[in-house]
């Protein structure tokens, strides 16, 4: 998920066009490949969050959204928080309080 999935991408890997690779990847998920690549990063951000003590820049890198500002619109536009406050929340340090 730190990678470059970029749809052109995705579609040579799976041996189709691009058009079609869209079609079927929404027909098998409900989803577009944007939509599906970027809740797989929040699912992967949020683990970082909750089990690391990762500094935000590096669960950013790792979940790949390229910059902690980008995790941050992501954060804040699908879970209503901010990745700070998540880990404030849901954290270790909160399990063991």
Do not use: C
């Not at 970029?6 to 990847?25: E, P, V």
């Not at 797989?40 to 951000?45: C, E, I």
């Not at 909750?50 to 954060?75: C, I, N, Y």
């Amino acid at each position: 998920l730190d990678q470059d999935l970029g749809i052109d991408l995705l579609a040579r890997r799976a041996a189709m066009s691009r058009r079609s690779f869209t079609r079927h990847f929404q027909l098998a998920t409900g989803l577009s490949v944007v939509q599906w690549l970027t809740a797989q990063r929040l699912a992967l951000a949020q683990r970082l969050l909750e089990t690391t003590d990762a500094p935000v820049e590096k669960v950013a890198q790792k979940a790949g959204f390229g910059s902690p500002l980008s995790l941050r619109l992501s954060f804040t536009k699908a879970l209503n928080t901010t990745p700070s406050r998540y880990r404030r929340e849901f954290g270790r340090a909160r399990r063991h309080a």
